[in-house]
């Protein structure tokens, strides 16, 4: 089974400033998926990012880029230039494409962005 | 607009009166499925369904019932609700695994059960 660990259950960064948010996976498998998923308080689960394991290159959607090392199965998210609506929850998600495309979460990070 | 619909949003309950929450894709998506979520456990898969008249148990099942009769709808039942199926459930939708992977989710539905 694949466990998605979040360490660092809340975070806080000045706006405009750059945050690193951590994740660490386990799995036998060679072939998934990872996401990183924000909750704002709507609760409306909204993604952010995805990273095929087989690409090397790490994914980037704007502020946002992940740093990928499969090796020590790590997959921390990066904002840049944090905005106010950048606050939220964060949840970072393993799917395997072998387990009916269910995705496994880790428990999250509240993400705090101070004016 | 795609979307993916939930109701109620919000219902309290009491012990034991079976209720429902449906669920609705308009994107053909043919897998579907049901997450709640619970505070430090991130979203737990409750079933899924790969297609019509197709469903399997996820991690959670337990308490839970579902079908899928048409392609659009995957309804989550609860024939005896219990105090600890108090939870935030969200549906999520997809194409099949293989082809675009990324899970669409619905707005949440938030279950009190008294």
């Known amino acids: 089974a694949q466990t998605v660990t979040q360490s660092q259950p809340e975070m806080s960064v000045q706006e405009a400033e750059t945050v690193t948010l951590s994740c660490t996976y386990d799995?036998?498998?060679?072939?998934?998926?990872l996401f990183w998923y924000k909750q704002p308080p709507s609760r409306q689960m909204i993604l952010v990012i995805r990273q095929e394991a087989y690409k090397q290159q790490n994914a980037t959607e704007n502020r946002f880029s992940v740093n990928f090392q499969k090796a020590a199965k790590s997959f921390s998210l990066k904002i840049s230039d944090s905005q106010l609506g950048d606050t939220a929850m964060y949840f970072c998600?393993?799917?395997?494409?072998?387990?009916?495309?269910?995705?496994?979460f880790g428990g999250g990070t509240r993400l705090m962005v101070k004016p | 607009e795609a979307q993916v619909t939930q109701n109620p949003r919000y219902l309290i309950t009491v012990t034991g009166k079976k209720l429902t929450v449906t669920c609705s894709q308009n994107?053909?998506?043919?897998?579907m499925s049901w997450y709640r979520q619970d505070p430090g456990l991130g979203l737990r898969q409750i079933y899924y369904?790969?297609?019509?008249?197709?469903?399997d148990k996820g991690d959670v099942p337990e308490g839970y019932k579902v079908s899928r009769k048409e392609k659009r709808n995957f309804p989550l039942i609860l024939e005896s609700p219990s105090p600890n199926q108090t939870s935030l459930y969200f549906c999520a939708t997809s194409v099949p695994s293989g082809r675009t992977d990324t899970q669409y989710f619905g707005p949440g539905t938030r279950l009190t059960v008294l």
């Open positions: 994107m053909n998506h043919e897998y």
């Open positions: 799995t036998s498998e060679s072939n998934y998926y």
């Open positions: 998600a393993f799917m395997n494409n072998n387990a009916g495309n269910m995705l496994t």
């Open positions: 369904s790969m297609n019509v008249e197709v469903t």
